[in-house]
C-alpha cells in the first residue's frame, strides 16, 4: 500500500511513522525546507548556546497524547509551571498589582460567568460590553486571550474561556534540547522530501494524484496534514462537497506573532516573571521560556496576537519589550538578542492554531476531518475537538484518529 501524507508536521510524522510499521510504502511531502511545521525551535541564533521556541512552547497537563509520543521517543521533559488563574501576576500601566487587586479582577469575572453567563456564541467582546467590565478586566481579559486560544476579544468564545479561570492543578512542560526533537526524532524513521510544494489532489482514478512542485506522485491513499487555512486553497478532484468547503470556511483561527527576547540577569527575571505575567502593554504576557536550559542568560517570550498583533516586529517594538522588563525589574535593563516569526503571514501556515466558537467544535469539526472515500484523509490540530485550542495535543490526537481510521481498511 503506497500512502502520501501531505506535511511533515507532528500529526503527519506520527501519521507516517505507524503507517510504514504497518507496512506501507510512506512519503512525507513538506512544503518547507525543514519538518516539524509550526513546531519549530531556533538553534544557533542566542547567546550562551541557548534556543527559543518560535513555534508550539509547551504539553500541558492531561495533554497525554502528545506526553506519551515524548516518553515513547526518548525525550526528556521539565516542569516549566503555569499561570495561577485565581491570582496571575499582573502589570497594568506600569504598575504591578497587588494580590488583592488582582483577585477582585478574576473574582469579577467568576462572579458574571456564575450570574450572567454567556449566551452560545457569545464573545468575549460583547459578553463584557453588556455586563459593562471594568477596563482592568478587559486589560486582563485582552492579555489573556492572546495566550489562549491567541485571539481578540470578538474571537473569542466566552463561554469556553470560562475553563481558564478555573484551571486547577495545571503545569506546563519542555522538551529538554528543544520541543523541535519531537518531529526530528520522527521524521529519522520514514522518508521526508522536503520544499514539496502540493497544489492539487486528484482522487478521482484507483491510484490518488498528487501534484507538487516536483512532478505528479501517485498513491493508494493520501493523509493532508497542512493547516486548516491551506487545506480550502488545494485544488481537489473531483472538487470538495458544498458542505466540507463551507466547514472549512467558517472554523475560526488564531492568528499571532511568536516573539522571543533573550536578556542577561537571569536568575532576577526569572523570579519576577515566574509562571507568567499578564500586561496591557507590550508584550501581552510575558514567560521564562528557558526554565530547562543551562546558561547565564534568560529567554522571555509572548504572542501579540489577534487585535495585537504588530504589522512589524522591529528595534522600536523590542525596546517597547525592554521598558516592560524593566518595570517588572525595578531596574534598567536592555535585551541580548531577539527573534520573531508571524505565523499569521507565515504562507504554509496562515494562522497559529484553531479557535472554535459557538457550536463550531460539534457542528463542523467532524465534516472538515471526513475522509474522501477511502483515498484521503485529514488530520491536523484544525479537524481535532478537544476543549481549548488545537495545539500540540490536537494535532497528535488527530494522528490517533486517523489512525484509526487507516487501520479499519487493513
Not at 19 to 24: F, P, S, V
Not at 304 to 317: H, L, M, S, T
Request: aromatic residues 8%; proline residues 5%; contains cysteine.
Amino acid at each position: 500500500m503506497k500512502t502520501i501524507v501531505i506535511g511533515a508536521g507532528l500529526s503527519g510524522l506520527m501519521v507516517a511513522v505507524e503507517r510504514q510499521r504497518a507496512g506501507d510504502d510512506i512519503v512525507v511531502l513538506e512544503a518547507r525546507d525543514r519538518v516539524g511545521g509550526r513546531l519549530w525551535t531556533l538553534h544557533d541564533h542566542f547567546e550562551g548556546g541557548m534556543f527559543g521556541e518560535l513555534g508550539a512552547e509547551t504539553m500541558y497537563s492531561g495533554h497525554n497524547t502528545v506526553i506519551n509520543l515524548a516518553k515513547s521517543l526518548g525525550l526528556e521533559f521539565v516542569s516549566c509551571g503555569y499561570f495561577d488563574p485565581t491570582a496571575p501576576p499582573m502589570l497594568f500601566d506600569g504598575v504591578l498589582l497587588d494580590e488583592a487587586s488582582r483577585r477582585e479582577i478574576t473574582g469579577w469575572l467568576l462572579n458574571a460567568y456564575d450570574e450572567t453567563p454567556p449566551a452560545v456564541a457569545e464573545n468575549l467582546a460583547a459578553w463584557t460590553a453588556r455586563l459593562h467590565a471594568p477596563q482592568p478586566v478587559i486589560d486582563f481579559l485582552t492579555s489573556y486571550t492572546q495566550y489562549t486560544p491567541v485571539a481578540s476579544l470578538r474571537d473569542c468564545d466566552a463561554a469556553e474561556f470560562a475553563m481558564q479561570l478555573r484551571k486547577e492543578d495545571a503545569d506546563s512542560y519542555r522538551i529538554v534540547g528543544g520541543n523541535d526533537l519531537l518531529a526530528k526524532r520522527l521524521a529519522e524513521q520514514v522518508t521526508v522530501q522536503l520544499n514539496e510544494v502540493v497544489t492539487s489532489i486528484d482522487w478521482s482514478g484507483d491510484q490518488v494524484q498528487v501534484h507538487s512542485s516536483s512532478g505528479i506522485h501517485h498513491a493508494d491513499r493520501v493523509v493532508v496534514t497542512v493547516p486548516g487555512p491551506l487545506v480550502s486553497q488545494l485544488g481537489f478532484w473531483p472538487a470538495l462537497s458544498q458542505e466540507k468547503v463551507a466547514a472549512l470556511a467558517e472554523l475560526s483561527y488564531g492568528t499571532a506573532a511568536k516573539v522571543i527576547v533573550q536578556y542577561e540577569k537571569r536568575d532576577e527575571i526569572s523570579k519576577v516573571v515566574g509562571d507568567g505575567c499578564f500586561t496591557n502593554t507590550v508584550p501581552p504576557w510575558i514567560v521564562d521560556q528557558s526554565i530547562h536550559q543551562v546558561g547565564d542568560y534568560v529567554i522571555t517570550s509572548s504572542l501579540p496576537g489577534g487585535d495585537g498583533e504588530p504589522a512589524v516586529i522591529d528595534a522600536a517594538y523590542i525596546s517597547k519589550w525592554d521598558d516592560t522588563v524593566t518595570h517588572l525589574l525595578g531596574e534598567e535593563i536592555t535585551h541580548v538578542k531577539y527573534a520573531s516569526h508571524s505565523w499569521t503571514t507565515d504562507p504554509f501556515s496562515q494562522a497559529i492554531v484553531r479557535a472554535p466558537i459557538g457550536d463550531q467544535r460539534e457542528r463542523i469539526l467532524p465534516i472538515i476531518a471526513a475522509p474522501l472515500g477511502n483515498k484521503v484523509f485529514f488530520a491536523g490540530e484544525h479537524t481535532d475537538d478537544r476543549k481549548g485550542p488545537g495545539g500540540l495535543e490536537g494535532a497528535a490526537r488527530s494522528a490517533v484518529r486517523v489512525l484509526g481510521e487507516l487501520a479499519g481498511l487493513d
